[in-house]
């Protein structure tokens, strides 16, 4: 039976963090003092709520926790082989708790980096980022020339506690020479994402500043393309699409370009990619329609392409292809404003394709009720109640609205 993820009830929240902390006086030498002695008695109550099988889980992380910095390894039997196997298969099967317990009475047979890295990879996998993150830095710290250990454990970081990820990638960044093409990369990710709350003054420091690390990052790439590893393929194309994003931010539209020619001639299907190439030529070429055709081709699960898609058509009178493209744009994740874009036009759409009024109306209400400060929307659905048989003046937004629109929305939908 396959496990859904650990518990998130707040009893089991609390002792698990109470965890966290007694791990940090521990590692400071502060396992003694009055108030870990406070801390543990805060647990005492919440722990008594929880299930027999929380009450084992937290034991067991306990005991992993206490085992940091304490690696006692032993030689490799058949039977510690079997058993690992069966850790690792348990993992396969989101099976977490088995999986974990393996471990913990077979990992001493495993070198303590690979140990720290497979419990931190099981705990990700079960939705606790934040205990996965002890464990991969534990993995990071021992074997600091593996760049994946410090990838992952940014990566859970970066769900777990934004404010620490940060100031990690900060740190990363400081001394990027000393860092491989994979870490800094990440570090740059979370900077970029980071920096989009900045007043623009702010914004365009940080990104002229990542543009130079990124730039000396790039430089590194000495492989051909068809000999990179898939993960450096993704670090390479991650960097591109930052680059690009940075300078199309900065109004450097030809760079901007560049990065995003140079990211989809390493890795062709990378829809965020393909998206962003899109936007940024969206008007001004065909193949910008193109794009964001192949990213639907490609089963693309952010709203963009589709909400492109549905204005060309609308703005070009192809009112089928708008009213079924709006349809599917509106079945995927994509926030108040833009959702009520999409029902204004499935509603004009739907009017010129001479459906019956209520159903029309009943879209404009949608859209209305999404967005209802939107002057243009308002004017629209004065238009379709005045209207009789006349033929209907829509206002249609600009491509140059649609374009800034999309272009803010698909980096949020990076960070996502």
Not at 209 to 226: G, N, W, Y
């Amino acid at each position: 039976m396959t496990s859904t993820g650990f518990s998130t009830s707040g009893p089991y929240l609390l002792v698990l963090r109470g965890l966290h902390r007694l791990h940090a006086f521990d590692s400071q030498g502060r396992n003694e003092e009055p108030e870990a002695d406070a801390l543990r008695a805060q647990m005492e109550g919440p722990w008594h709520s929880l299930s027999e099988g929380e009450k084992k889980r937290l034991r067991g992380l306990s005991e992993d926790l206490y085992s940091i910095g304490r690696p006692h390894l032993q030689e490799l039997s058949r039977e510690a082989q079997k058993k690992l196997l069966e850790a690792l298969e348990a993992r396969k099967e989101q099976e977490w708790d088995k999986a974990l317990d393996l471990l913990r009475s077979w990992g001493k047979h495993l070198d303590p980096a690979g140990l720290a890295f497979l419990r931190g990879s099981v705990w990700s996998e079960a939705g606790d980022d934040a205990t996965a993150s002890l464990f991969l830095e534990e993995a990071a710290r021992l074997e600091p020339e593996n760049s994946n250990y410090e990838m992952m454990r940014l990566s859970t970081l970066g769900k777990s506690d934004p404010a620490a990820a940060l100031a990690k990638a900060r740190t990363i960044l400081a001394g990027d020479q000393s860092y491989s093409t994979g870490v800094v990369i990440w570090a740059a990710e979370i900077c970029f994402l980071s920096a989009r709350r900045l007043p623009e003054e702010k914004l365009q420091l940080v990104l002229k500043e990542l543009i130079s690390i990124l730039h000396r990052t790039m430089q590194k790439q000495v492989a051909p393309v068809d000999h990179l590893s898939p993960r450096e393929v993704h670090s390479y194309s991650l960097a591109a699409a930052l680059l690009g994003f940075s300078y199309d931010h900065l109004g450097e539209r030809e760079q901007a370009l560049h990065w995003y020619n140079f990211g989809l001639a390493m890795s062709p299907d990378n829809e965020n990619l393909l998206v962003a190439r899109a936007i940024l030529r969206y008007g001004a070429s065909p193949t910008a329609v193109h794009d964001f055709q192949q990213a639907l081709r490609l089963g693309s699960s952010i709203v963009w392409p589709y909400f492109f898609l549905a204005h060309h058509y609308l703005v070009n009178n192809q009112l089928s292809d708008c009213r079924r493209i709006c349809e599917q744009a509106l079945s995927l994740p994509a926030s108040n404003v833009a959702r009520s874009n999409l029902f204004e036009w499935f509603a004009i759409s739907q009017a010129e394709l001479g459906f019956p009024s209520d159903q029309v109306r009943a879209s404009f209400e949608d859209a209305l009720r999404l967005d209802p400060m939107n002057e243009r929307l308002r004017g629209n659905f004065d238009r379709f109640k005045r209207r009789a048989d006349e033929v209907v003046s829509w206002d249609k937004p600009s491509v140059s609205l649609v374009q800034a629109f999309g272009r803010a929305g698909l980096q949020v939908a990076l960070a996502a």
